[in-house]
């Protein structure tokens, strides 16, 4: 995972993605999520594993390294990542 950010991104029409980058180049990959706040404050992040795949592969990361990522992205808030 040397040198590769991953980063939960919002555009301006709300929609959601994970991105998986280089952090020495301007390269990355993005995959579309889906992503939930419930009434209590939790965050669920929603990920499709087959579009997932791939990427994990290419840029030599974990699912374990994308959890720890996103969670460090959003710092105390509760979150919740489901690979499915």
């Given at each position: 995972?040397?040198?590769t950010f991953?980063?939960?991104f919002m555009n301006d029409k709300t929609e959601t993605f994970l991105e998986i980058g280089s952090t020495v180049t301007e390269e990355f990959d993005s995959i579309p999520t889906?992503?939930?706040v419930t009434s209590n404050?939790?965050?669920w992040l929603t990920i499709e594993m087959e579009k997932?795949?791939?990427l994990l592969v290419k840029w030599n990361v974990t699912?374990?390294?994308i959890k720890s990522s996103l969670q460090?992205?959003?710092g105390n808030e509760r979150l919740i990542v489901i690979i499915r």
């Open positions: 995972m040397k040198k991953i980063q939960s889906t992503f939930n404050n939790t965050r997932l795949a791939n699912i374990e390294d460090n992205q959003f």
